[in-house]
């Protein structure tokens, strides 16, 4: 039987690695992740989780040896956020072009400077390009389930990519909320044990991993990270359509919200989006044609589900807790390629806000709205917005 | 062919060849000899971590490999790390690690890539105990890159960004002493040697092997590219290094020193020996040349002194 119980997001996703059973977890601390490990270090400690807990001496290790445990063929899994993820930076490139399965747990945090430990996506964004997947969950059950999803996914033989799981910092990391535990013997069902059928270092079977590729070669690798990108777009909802015949609860790449007959679609990712619904609700009540949608997948990117999205709305307001300067937040990015070449398309408008842990409040969101409803009156509007800035402070 | 039975048993270096001709390492290299030795010592279940150095290249670039073992490129800064995890999986599943019959799981790395960005990797690994050995090679600069300076480079060493001019001399630091880091961990065991003895680096690999816990050897490789040597005189240089006391062969196990060479009985050779034939070298003054002479004479008193207080 599941248990239900609460828990705060880091505890469900050390519960999500117990369930996965790695056989090896390298992890070093930082908040707001550092509860991961600990709660992961206590299953070890107790026995009821059966892995090598390596303590490493910086997250560039983290990673480093999770590459090295990975390409020797077991399942392994690390935790991390922030200035940790950013410092992983070089070792996930090689982790994706290795094609190795690992899977990280990411508080979502904000980047330095100025020193700042609260919620935005800036970490998890900023690695768009490596070729990981992403997944961002919006509450703490998202975060278990996403995280027993991304194993699922990663270690698919079309996909063999790693991936990252996002829930946003203190917001999901260090807020109990009601959560349930999957059974272990369905978990075991769901996910199988990882062997892997290509590439590993077998000792009985010596090979090279990880070689130097002249130009004749090397770009030749790289697209296959690209088509296994592609391949996973399919097995992301094979597997969440096998996620739900098991366990009940139904994910998709882009969940809607009273889209039907919307104008203006407000678009986010994570913990904002339960904020977002409930503003849709109270817009509906004003008798203001919103909805709202929600990306649990940010990569790879659900193109195709973006330009269905589209055709429902006539302004799509994307509201992004990360900034690419001079151009704006990666999903108004990422949309304008989704639609750029369609015949028929919403206006976009962006909004960056919440950086950094500031809380994003109806009156934040009122604020876009009405940059929104110009847009869809025809009026002038700025493409990218900040909002909720103390312009006395500046 | 090959070498009969009853021989091959009474070699001092095994004769098993697991790394084969047509590898891309330059005329005269120490490191390619030595990586040769490793897998004589070890065989072909080894798992190595290469980092980005020399032996990236020297391995083979996709789709050649010159040796029979596993081998796993990774970037320059993780050998540590992911021999650690390497380790760990393979314990994970149930397989020996070191020890007589056990996976040997193998750092190759290069001087830059150990006493310089890999020393935090080299530390954890060292700190937590893994069953693995670490085997820097140390030709004294960043060569597969063109010869610049290393925290492993000597004093008065030419490289290309020591290249002395009318302001700035050549290398002013003497070189980081890696070994005695490592031995700051107080490692099972650690052991310094050079492809001039194979006989001594082989026992060394070997007895690492036996010994539980991480092992480290700091192996002494010519580079007749970076040091403008003749590449016939790589291994007379490397003999040289040890006669002069300038890289003494000594292990450090369980807490005791044990000096190998020089014989600590008589005087070293004196440093020019060593410097002779190398082209980096020949920038130094009379004084320079004094300077790293007393720096080797206090560094081998000191290795004397702790063999005495810790043999």
């Not at chain 1, 994706?96 to 100025?114: D, F, H, K, Q, Y």
């Not at chain 1, 390009?129 to 033989?157: C, P, S």
Request: hydrophobic share 40%.
């Amino acid at each position: 039987m599941p248990i239900r119980t609460v828990m705060k997001a880091n505890e469900a996703a050390a519960w999500a690695a117990k369930l996965a059973k790695p056989k090896v977890i390298a992890a070093f601390p930082i908040t707001p992740s550092t509860l991961v490990p600990e709660k992961i270090s206590e299953f070890v400690a107790n026995g009821e989780l059966e892995a090598e807990f390596i303590k490493v001496e910086s997250e560039h290790s983290a990673i480093s040896a999770c590459v090295g445990a990975s390409a020797a063929g077991v399942r392994t899994f690390t935790a991390t956020a922030s200035q940790g993820l950013a410092l992983m930076h070089e070792v996930l490139f090689i982790a994706a072009g290795m094609r190795l399965p690992i899977v990280i747990a990411v508080g979502n945090r904000s980047l330095s400077a100025p020193i700042n430990i609260w919620n935005d996506w800036q970490d998890t964004i900023s690695e768009r390009d490596t070729g990981w997947l992403q997944f961002y969950a919006e509450n703490n059950q998202e975060a278990l389930d996403l995280i027993l999803i991304a194993f699922k996914v990663a270690e698919n033989e079309k996909v063999l990519l790693p991936t990252m799981v996002g829930f946003d910092a203190f917001i999901l990391t260090h807020t109990v909320e009601p959560v349930e535990i999957p059974d272990q013997e369905l978990v075991d069902e769901f996910l199988g044990e990882y062997n892997p059928k290509y590439a590993y270092l077998d000792p009985e079977k010596p090979i090279t991993q990880g070689t130097l590729a002249f130009p004749a070669h090397y770009m030749e690798a790289r697209y296959t990270v690209w088509e296994a990108n592609e391949n996973a777009k399919k097995v992301i909802d094979e597997v969440f359509a096998e996620f739900e015949k098991k366990f009940g609860r139904k994910y998709s790449k882009i969940e809607e919200y009273r889209t039907d007959d919307a104008e203006i679609v407000f678009v986010t990712m994570g913990s904002l989006a339960g904020t977002v619904k409930e503003y849709v609700d109270y817009l509906r009540e004003k008798g203001i044609k919103a909805g709202a949608a929600k990306l649990t997948v940010y990569r790879p990117f659900p193109a195709e589900e973006v330009r269905e999205l589209a055709g429902k709305a006539k302004v799509i307001a994307l509201l992004e807790k990360n900034i690419t300067f001079s151009i704006g937040g990666a999903l108004f990015q990422d949309f304008s390629r989704a639609l750029i070449n369609q015949k028929e398309k919403p206006i976009l408008v962006d909004f960056i806000l919440g950086l950094g842990g500031r809380d994003v409040t109806f009156k934040d969101l009122d604020e876009a709205l009405e940059i929104s409803r110009k847009a869809l009156a025809g009026e002038e509007f700025e493409e990218v917005n900040w909002i909720g800035l103390r312009k006395e402070i500046l | 062919m090959g070498i009969p039975e009853n021989v091959k048993k009474r070699l001092s270096i095994p004769a098993d060849e697991y790394f084969y001709a047509g590898h891309t390492a330059c005329q005269g290299c120490g490191a390619s000899l030595g990586l040769r030795y490793v897998l004589k010592a070890y065989g072909k279940k080894t798992i190595f971590t290469i980092p980005a150095c020399c032996s990236t290249i020297i391995a083979g670039a996709w789709p050649y490999n010159t040796l029979e073992a596993n081998l796993f490129h990774t970037a320059f800064e993780t050998t540590g790390a992911v021999m650690g995890g390497i380790e760990a999986a393979l314990k994970a599943m149930g397989y020996k690690v070191k020890g007589e019959d056990g996976v040997m799981v193998v750092g190759w790395a290069g001087d830059g890539g150990t006493a310089d960005i890999g020393l935090q990797a080299l530390s954890g690994f060292l700190e937590r105990g893994h069953d693995a050995v670490y085997i820097m090679y140390d030709n004294e600069a960043y060569m597969n890159t063109g010869i610049q300076r290393s925290g492993s480079t000597p004093y008065g060493a030419w490289t290309t960004n020591t290249p002395g001019g009318k302001k700035h001399f050549l290398e002013k630091r003497h070189k980081k002493k890696v070994i005695d880091i490592v031995i700051a961990h107080e490692v099972p065991y650690a052991a310094t040697a050079s492809i001039a003895f194979p006989e001594d680096f082989i026992r060394k690999l070997k007895k690492a092997r036996k010994i539980p816990g991480p092992s480290f050897i700091q192996l002494f490789s010519p580079c007749p590219t970076g040091w403008r040597s003749p590449t016939d005189k790589s291994i007379e240089i490397a003999r040289l290094a040890v006669q002069t006391a300038y890289f003494p062969l000594f292990e450090y196990e369980n807490g005791k020193y044990k000096i190998n060479m020089p014989s600590t009985k008589k005087e070293p050779k004196p440093i020019e020996e060593f410097l002779k034939y190398q082209g980096r070298f020949k920038y130094m003054m009379k004084e320079d040349i004094e300077i790293l002479q007393q720096w080797v004479n206090h560094e081998w008193e000191k290795l004397k002194k702790l063999a005495e207080v810790f043999g």
